[in-house]
Each structure stands twice: as C-alpha cells, then as structure tokens.
C-alpha cells in the first residue's frame, strides 16, 4: 500500500517542481535552475545522510554495474526537460506525455529485461492500456 501512496506523492511532488522550475527558469536561465535544482537536492541528501545513518559512500564504488551510477546525470537531463516541455506545453500537457513515456519505457525494459529487471512476458492488456491512456491525451488535448 505505501507504494501506491508513493507513487502518487511522487507524482504530485513532479508536477509541482516542474512548475517552480519552469518559474526559475524563466527567471534566470535554463542551466542556473537545473544546476540549483541539482545543487539544492545534493544538499537534502547530504543533510539526510548526516541524520540518518551514515552509510559507507565507498560503497559506490563496490556497485557492480557502473552504468547505474548515471541516475544522478539522468536527472539533470530530466531536470531539463521537464524545464522545456512544462515551459512550451503547460504542465497539464507535460506530465501527461511524460508519464505515456514513462509507462512505455518502463514496460519496454520488463519486456526485454534490461539494465537487471525481470524479464516479464508481453501482454496485450497492457497494450491496450497504454493505448488508452494515448487516446486520453488526444481527448485532452482536442481544441474546438
């Protein structure tokens, strides 16, 4: 159950930041708002990390697939884009296709099992699904 509360505080929290980023930028400049959004995240963390526990940071260097350690780098470009599509579309918009993306990638990597996800077997209802939640847009996005 937490994870369904979660992932809707996770979406919530998205669409906000978007729209503060999007305000930031349009204030300063496109890479002053990523790097401070970046910045201000490392600084949480490191807080966070003082207070909770203090695990070993060496511990990253342990990780066996470095590949995954470009989370961080992949969240400036999300920073970004995130930036640009609430920017040019309007954050209603933006975050209905991120999240088509999202689900599409996220069910193309179970599909093919990559980066050590469970491979999962294909099924036409989530498909449909997605084809759904496409045709929503379409609706969403209709003009008279």
Known sequence: MWG????LISGALMSIQGVFNTEVTRQSSLWVSTGW????????????WLF????????LWQI???YVLLGGVIGA????????????????KAAMLIVISQLIVAYLIELLGIF???????E?????????AIVGIVIFKWQK
């Open 124 to 132: 036409w209802r989530k498909i449909l699904g997605m084809l759904i």
């Open 52 to 59: 909770t526990g203090r695990q070993s940071i060496a511990a």
């Open 4 to 7: 369904f509360f979660a992932a």
């Open 116 to 122: 050590g996800v469970a491979k999962e077997p294909f």
């Open 77 to 92: 470009f999300i920073t970004i884009t995130v930036i640009q599509s609430m920017g040019a579309l309007g954050p209603a």
């Open 37 to 48: 959004v970046q910045l201000s995240a490392f600084a949480v963390c490191v807080l966070a």
């Open 64 to 66: 066996e697939n470095k």
